[in-house]
C-alpha cells in the first residue's frame, strides 16, 4: 500500500518489524528483500508519490516536485551545488540511468584500508549481478548515442584514451532526453517502478510526504517520529510514530547523518557526518558549428574511463556526458548579462562534458544547522585540486579532438580556449577559489562509513551500527571513500545484501 | 548618471509595478531583484522577451516562498546587503544604491562581486544568478530564443 500525506488525517502510530526511513536505492531495495521474506516493512519519504504522469517533464515541474530543495542544494558557500532526488524513488527517479558495478581497486581498498569484511568483488558479483538483471541494465548499441556523448567516444578514441558505452537501467527506451526530468515513458528502471512495488505487492506499507525528525531507543524497540506534510501543498498537517525493532536508515549521505546528529545515535566514534565525498563534478563546454543539441536523445551514454586510479594512488578522474537542460545550461555558462545571453542562443551548439573527479584528499562534512537541516561544508584538497585541472585539460583536448571550435570552463570569468594550443596556458591562468568555478556534486557519499573499527566508522559490515543493535544505514553514507563511479547499482547491491542478513538474523533484534 | 536616493525611498511609479499578493519579498526586495534579474539575463533580442516581461521577480517570488527557511533568511539578507549605499559604498566606494544606479553601473557593480576577493560576494553573487537563471530559463517563453524544444513527451500528455 502506497499512502500519501494528502491521503492522512490524523495522527499516525503504527507498529512493524523494520521501519525503512528513505525510499531511494537503499531504502527501496531493502524494502523490497525484507518485505518478501515475510517481514512488516514500514517505508517513509520525505518526498511526495508521482508516477509518470505527474512528472511533467519539464525542469520546472521536476525540480519542485522531485529534487531535494527544487535542485538549489548547496554547500553553505554555495560553492558546489549537491543535486539529490526528494521523491518516491529517491535519485534513482532522476539520474541519467548510468548502472556501473563498484570498480575493483576500490573494494580492495575498503578491506586494507577499513576492514571491510564480504565486500569482495567475488562476494559482491552476484548481487551485482541481480540488480542488472532486475534492472534491464545494458549498453547502447553503437547507433543510439547521441552527438553529445558522441564527442566522448569519437574525441576519446582520436587521442587514443579508453572510452565505452556505460551500463543504463531502461527497457524499451525511446530516447526522450528526461531521465534527470523524471521519464515519462516508465522506460527508466527506477525503484520507484520496481523495487516499490514488487515490496508493497509483498505487504510493505509506504508513507510518502512523511519526514522522520527524530529517532528514539527504549531497550530492543526504537521509535522513530516525524511529521506529516500535505503533498499538494507542503505544508505539515499531522504527526508519526513508528516502532520497530530494526530501523533502517536511507536517506542519503546527506539527510542520513543529519537525523543521526538529532537522534544523538550511533556517534560514539565522532564520526557521523564526516568523510563526505563529492565525485566532484565541473565540465568543459565545447561549441560545434553543426547542432549538437544535448538535450535530445539519450542523456547519458559513454564514458572515457582512461584517467581512472591510473597512477595507482585510487584516485583520478573520467569524463561522462551530461544533458543541456536551458536552466542548468544557464546556470553552468559563465557570467551574465548581455555575454552570457549571446552564449545561449548557441545552445543547439553545446557539447557538454562533465568531469568527475575520485577524491583522495579533499574533506567534506555534513553536519546540523540552528534549523535542524544539513550544513554541508567541503574543502578541496590539493590532490583532487590537481586531478581536477588535469580532468578539464583532458576534457577539453577531447572536445578539440571531437571537432569544436571552442572551449570553455565552467569558470565565473569566462575561460574561452581556441586551440588544443592554449589549453594549458589558459587553465594555469584560472581561478580556483571558491564561486571561481562552477562545480557540481551527484553522487555524495561517505558521511556514515563502513569500517570494522568502531572507533573510526559508523557502521560495520552489514550496515548496522556499531553503537545500537538493530539500528542500521544503507545508502551512500556508508561508502567509507569515493567510489569513481556512479554509486546506485553499488548501493543496491549492498542494500540487497545487508537485507537479506537483517531478514536471516531478525530474531535477534528484538532481544 | 546614477540617481542619488536613500535606500528606503521608492519611487511611486516603481510601486505600482509591484504585485499586491507577494508571499516572499518585500515590495523593495521585489524591485531590488527585478532590477538584478534583469541585469544577470541581459537584454532580450527583438521579438523575445526579458527577465522582467516574462514575471521574473514574481516566479522568484513563489520560488522561494518554499524555501527552506534558513534559505529565505538569508536571501532576504543578500538583497539588503546587495542594494544598501552603505554596503557599495564598502565594498565600490560607490554612493549610491543599486536601485538607482545607471544601467552600466549595475552591471558594472554585479560583475564586482562575481569577481570580488571576498568569498561571501562571489556567493551572493552566485545565489543571485542561481535564482534568476533558473526563473527565466525554466520558463517556455524563453525556450524558443535559444532553441530548447522540450521534452518529447507521450502523445496523450503532449
Known sequence: MIIRGDDITGPVRETADVCIIGSGCGGGASAKVLAEAGKKVILLEEGGYYTSKDFGSTEETAYQKLYQQRAGQATDNLGITVLQGRCVGGSSTINWTTTLRTPEFVLEAWKRDHGVEGLSSMELDPF?????????????????????????????????????????????????????????????????????????????????????????????????????????????????????????????????????????????SGEVGKHLTFHLTSAVLGLYEKIIYGAGGIPQSAMCDEFLNKNGDGGGFWLEAVPIYPALAGLALPGFGSWHREMMHLYPHIGATIVL????????????????????????????????????ATAARVQFAAGAKRVMTLHATATEIAEPSQIEAKLAGADWGTNELALFSAHPLGTCRMGANSKTSVVDTHCQTHDIKGLFVIDGSVMPTSLGVNPQLTILAIAEKSAEWIATESVKFRE | MA??????????????????????????????????????????????????????????????????????????????????????????????????????????????????????RRSGFQALKRVCMSMFYTHSSSWKEIGYEGVFMPEDRK
Open chain 2, 3 to 120: 540617481k542619488i536616493i536613500p535606500s528606503g525611498i521608492l519611487f511611486a511609479d516603481d510601486l505600482t509595478r509591484v504585485p499586491q499578493n507577494l508571499v516572499y519579498f518585500s515590495p523593495k526586495e521585489f524591485l531590488i531583484f527585478e532590477a538584478a534579474a534583469d541585469r544577470l539575463i541581459g537584454p532580450p533580442p527583438p521579438g523575445h522577451s526579458g527577465s522582467v516581461e516574462i514575471g521574473g521577480a514574481a516566479r522568484a517570488d513563489q520560488f522561494l516562498s518554499g524555501a527552506d527557511p534558513e534559505v529565505q533568511e538569508q536571501f532576504h539578507q543578500l538583497l539588503t546587503v546587495f542594494n544598501a549605499p552603505l554596503f557599495t559604498f564598502l565594498f565600490d566606494f560607490r554612493f549610491s544604491s543599486f536601485l538607482s544606479m545607471s544601467p552600466e553601473d549595475k552591471n558594472s557593480y554585479i560583475e564586482d562581486w562575481m569577481t570580488s576577493s571576498l568569498g561571501v
Open chain 1, 128 to 268: 551485482f549481478a541481480r540488480v542488472e538483471k532486475y534492472l534491464n541494465v545494458h549498453q547502447e548499441p553503437d547507433e543510439n548515442h547521441n552527438p553529445n556523448n558522441r564527442i566522448i567516444l569519437d574525441g576519446a578514441k582520436k587521442l587514443g584514451y579508453h572510452a565505452v558505452a556505460v551500463g543504463r537501467n531502461t527497457k524499451n527506451c525511446v530516447k526522450a532526453g528526461a531521465c534527470g526530468l523524471g521519464c515519462p515513458f516508465d522506460a527508466k528502471k527506477t525503484v520507484a517502478i520496481t523495487y516499490i512495488p514488487d515490496a508493497v505487492k509483498a505487504g510493505a506499507t509506504l508513507l510518502a510526504n512523511c519526514r522522520a525528525n527524530a529517532i528514539s531507543v527504549s531497550g530492543a524497540t526504537k521509535h522513530v517520529g516525524g511529521v506529516v506534510y500535505d503533498q499538494a501543498t507542503g505544508k505539515p498537517k499531522s504527526d508519526f510514530v513508528i516502532e520497530a525493532p530494526v530501523v533502517i536508515v536511507s536517506a542519503s549521505a546527506i539527510n542520513s547523518p543529519v537525523l543521526l546528529l538529532k537522534s544523538g545515535l550511533a556517534n560514539s
Open chain 1, 357 to 392: 573527479v575520485k577524491e583522495i584528499d579533499s574533506s567534506g562534512a555534513v553536519s546540523v544547522n540552528d534549523y535542524g537541516r544539513a550544513s554541508i561544508s567541503y574543502t578541496l584538497g590539493s590532490k583532487d585540486l590537481k586531478y581536477l585541472k588535469q580532468a578539464l
